[in-house]
């Protein structure tokens, strides 16, 4: 019997040490299960960040390419006051030369006027000298007659 107690007692400690390992491998495994979860988790997290940034990557696209639109905008807007702004410069010059003319006209009015209330001013001499004239000689013809 003592032989007998030998092979159970060292197929029991082969039990223990398979079971040991088995044990191991066990927690290894899960070990293993667990670093997957994790990894997985990472991934899914890093596939969540980079979805993240590509939504943002587009707003910001759509933002400049609002920008863009706005800023075409008022380049456009620019140049039709830059336009604007060149017709009223014409504008001005062609207002500025008619003024000038207007001015020019106005001073020979006036030098004609000038010289025709002189033209008048000595018509009226003559007209009253001859007056004068007629009066002196009435004058002598009246005391010729008496």
Same mark, same amino acid.
Do not use: Y
């Given at each position: 019997?003592?032989?007998?107690?030998?092979?159970?007692?060292?197929?029991?400690?082969?039990? @223990?040490?398979? !079971? &040991?390992?088995? #044990?191991?491998? %066990?927690?290894? /495994? +899960?070990?293993? $299960?667990?670093?997957? *979860? =994790?990894?997985?988790?990472?991934?899914?997290?890093?596939?969540?960040?980079?979805?993240?940034?590509?939504?943002?990557?587009?707003?910001?696209?759509?933002?400049?390419?609002l920008h863009r639109e706005a800023l075409e905008a008022l380049r456009g807007?620019? @140049?039709?006051? !830059? &336009?604007?702004? #060149?017709?009223? %410069?014409?504008? /001005? +010059?062609?207002? $500025?030369?008619?003024? *000038? =003319?207007?001015?020019?006209?106005?001073?020979?009015?006036?030098?004609?006027?000038?010289?025709?209330?002189?033209?008048?001013?000595?018509?009226?001499?003559?007209?009253?000298?001859?007056?004068?004239?007629?009066?002196?000689?009435?004058?002598?013809?009246?005391?010729?007659?008496?």
């Open positions: 019997m003592p032989s007998d107690h030998l092979p159970q007692e060292e197929h029991r400690q082969q039990a @223990e040490s398979v !079971r &040991e390992k088995a #044990e191991d491998e %066990r927690d290894d /495994a +899960e070990q293993d $299960r667990q670093s997957t *979860e =994790a990894h997985r988790i990472s991934a899914e997290s890093g596939r969540s960040e980079a979805e993240q940034f590509r939504r943002l990557a587009e707003e910001a696209r759509e933002v400049r390419d807007e620019r @140049e039709r006051l !830059r &336009e604007a702004g #060149e017709t009223a %410069r014409t504008a /001005a +010059e062609e207002a $500025r030369t008619a003024a *000038e =003319a207007a001015r020019l006209a106005t001073i020979e009015a006036v030098q004609a006027t000038a010289e025709t209330l002189q033209a008048t001013l000595e018509n009226m001499k003559v007209v009253e000298d001859l007056r004068r004239t007629l009066r002196d000689i009435r004058s002598v013809n009246k005391l010729d007659s008496n």
